[in-house]
């Protein structure tokens, strides 16, 4: 079964920096688009930052571009998000997704549960 493991998440101030890891398992990982995810309570989910196979192409949203940066590691089936400058408006629960098909954008197929990710300031 494919599962998606989130962590890295925790209390930072306003400024500070954040590396989340998710760590993926029952899957060809490098056959996988990744994404990370973030929602907060009475807000939409939105796709913040993406990234193809190989990692060769990226896609970061409006509010967090210049901010955050995702890589991966195919050797160890593993995404990561790197947060800088972190905000309060930042904070949500983030997932991490996976996606079998070429476009970083759209439905993701698996899911991980989440990690917490609060900015105070």
């Known amino acids: 079964q494919v599962q998606l493991v989130e962590s890295g998440g925790g209390l930072v101030q306003a400024g500070g920096s954040l590396r989340l890891s998710c760590a993926a398992s029952g899957l060809t990982f490098s056959n996988y688009n990744m994404g990370w995810f973030r929602q907060a309570p009475g807000k939409e989910q939105e796709l913040i930052a993406a990234i193809s196979r190989s990692g060769g192409s990226t896609y970061y949203g409006d509010s967090v571009k210049g901010r955050f940066t995702i890589s991966r590691d195919n050797a160890k089936n593993t995404v990561y998000l790197q947060m800088t400058d972190l905000k309060p408006d930042d904070s949500a629960a983030f997932y991490c997704?996976?996606?079998?098909?070429?476009?970083?954008?759209?439905?993701?197929?698996?899911w991980g549960q989440g990690t917490q990710v609060t900015v105070s300031s």
């Open positions: 997704a996976a996606k079998g098909t070429y476009n970083l954008l759209g439905t993701y197929n698996y």
